[in-house]
Each structure stands twice: as structure tokens, then as C-alpha cells.
């Protein structure tokens, strides 16, 4: 939820529709392309947040066309002494989230995953919010190739 409101601060990067909007305001689940993490926050910044919106091309396609709209965000926030990391992707990008949120040291909370186990967590410092914020935006320029 605070993600899809932190959204309107800055409007340029806003990657949800109204619709998931209303799907999430209707359900409180999220729909698939989601990802929710949290860890241990060390640093400062308590109440602080930082979010990052941007486009996908559709790289399987090869008449692909840049999306009109940002169609992918991430957003971390500390409140208090716990650090969130939402992600919000096309659906047909198929991320692990086990092996993504492992490999920045955040417990998965969303999706849902029975089987999932905290792996190896660190303390997130103010230092380490921004290798957070752009390490799914880096992976995922390694793997394809391109982002808008």
C-alpha cells in the first residue's frame, strides 16, 4: 500500500494502473508481478523512502515497442528498525524472488512461499540502500540488455 501511494510523489515514474489500484484496494493481495521484501535497518534515515519507476521493452517480441508507460518500480523504505523493498515487474519477466531477495540480503514476504526460508540477512545500512534500490535494475541490465 505505501508503495502504490509513495507513487504520487513523483508522478513521471508511476508504474500502476489505476486498475491494480483498485484490484489491490478490493483484495489486498497483490497481483502477480510483485515482489515485497524486509530486513534489518541499521542506518539513520528512519521514515525515509526512495523509489525508482522505469520501462521495460518487450524483449521477447522481436516487433517490440517501448512501453508508453513505466511498467516497472521499485521503492525501499526503513520505518524504524525494519527496511522494505517492493518490486513491482512485468509478470513475464518470471524473477525468483527466493534468489533475488537472498542476493541483497532481504527475507521474501511477498509472494507467499511456504517452503521459503530466511536465508543469509545482513544489516541494512543508509550505505547499502541504494545497492538495494538499483540491484534489480542492474541484474536485469546484465541479463537482457536494455531498459528504457
Request: net charge negative; charged share 20%.
Amino acid at each position: 500500500m505505501f508503495t502504490m501511494v509513495y507513487e504520487f510523489a513523483d508522478p513521471e515514474t508511476m508504474a500502476l494502473t489505476p486498475n491494480e489500484r483498485l484490484d489491490f484496494k478490493k483484495s489486498l493481495i497483490p497481483r502477480d508481478g510483485w515482489i515485497v521484501a524486509a530486513g534489518n535497518y541499521v542506518g539513520c534515515n528512519h521514515g525515509a523512502a526512495w523509489h525508482r519507476g522505469g520501462s521495460f521493452l518487450e524483449v521477447l517480441d522481436p516487433n517490440h515497442v517501448a512501453a508508453e508507460n513505466n511498467n516497472a518500480q521499485t521503492t525501499i523504505f526503513a520505518i524504524g528498525r525494519v527496511v522494505f523493498f517492493t518490486l513491482r515487474y512485468p509478470p513475464r519477466l518470471r524473477i525468483d524472488c527466493a534468489e533475488f531477495t537472498s542476493s541483497v540480503g532481504l527475507f521474501p514476504v511477498w509472494p507467499l512461499n511456504a517452503h521459503a526460508l530466511p536465508g543469509r540477512t545482513f544489516k541494512v545500512s543508509d550505505e547499502d540502500v541504494p545497492n538495494i534500490q538499483y540491484a534489480f535494475w542492474n541484474a536485469f541490465d546484465t541479463a537482457v540488455g536494455s531498459r528504457q
